[in-house]
């Protein structure tokens, strides 16, 4: 079992920055693949970036690559995401998510990750 914590979200201006954090705690969660998703009202859920469990391996949406940045800190127990460049479409709640991945890759479906926390707000204000 994995505990998942959001932190970092809030309001902030059109080409602003925002860093989301999520701590992990719980058996083995340093041995996790890490992702964000993100979602939109009336839309449904989407990968946003996600990092294996050694750092060594990161995968980014379209929509965000060059401007956010996944990271991951083990000693913590910690998973960052550095925003930047933000705009409107960027405004949705932000999930952290955990799950195991054969060969150390990153996975982008929901479905395939088994621990979930509970989001945290961003919005953008243009």
């Known amino acids: 079992q994995v505990q998942l914590v959001e932190s970092g979200g809030g309001l902030v201006q059109a080409g602003g920055s925002l860093r989301l954090s999520c701590a992990a705690s719980g058996r083995d969660s340093s041995t996790y693949t890490m992702a964000w998703f993100r979602q939109a009202p009336g839309k449904e859920r989407e990968f946003v970036s996600g990092v294996n469990w050694s750092g060594a391996t990161t995968h980014y949406a379209d929509s965000v690559k060059g401007r956010f940045t996944i990271s991951r800190d083990n000693a913590k127990n910690t998973v960052y995401l550095q925003m930047n460049s933000l705009n409107s479409e960027d405004t949705a709640v932000y999930y952290c998510?955990?799950?195991?991945?054969?060969?150390?890759?990153?996975?982008?479906?929901?479905?395939?990750?088994?621990?979930w926390g509970q989001g945290t707000q961003v919005t953008v204000s243009s």
């Open positions: 998510a955990a799950g195991r991945f054969l060969g150390g890759v990153v996975g982008a479906t929901t479905h395939a990750y088994n621990y």
